[in-house]
């Protein structure tokens, strides 16, 4: 599943360059995460980088893109060819 980012975000910058995807880009009031990038770091670490920076614990799995791990390495896959 794509994760997203929830209000709990405090706006640090931290998840941004952890991205390999650049999937996350500022929002109206927090960052967010574009969910046709976004492939939990599937093809490029062994967990989502976002979630380990993040200092508030706002990058979260996105209850409404659950995707299997060959979606998001052909979605990885696809963002890097």
């Known amino acids: 599943m794509a994760l997203m980012i929830n209000d709990d975000c405090t706006n ?4 941004v ?7 996350i880009s500022e929002g109206d ?3 967010v995460i574009d969910p046709a990038k976004c492939t939990e770091c599937v093809g490029a670490e062994d967990e989502p980088q976002c979630a380990l920076v993040c200092p508030v ?8 893109r ?6 998001l390495q052909a979605r990885y ?5």
């Open 57 to 64: 614990d706002a990058c979260v799995p996105d209850p409404n």
């Open 12 to 15: 640090c910058d931290a998840c």
């Open 17 to 23: 360059e952890s991205c390999p995807n650049e999937a």
């Open 77 to 81: 896959e696809k963002l890097h060819a």
């Open 29 to 31: 009031t927090t960052y």
């Open 66 to 71: 659950q995707e299997s791990k060959e979606v």
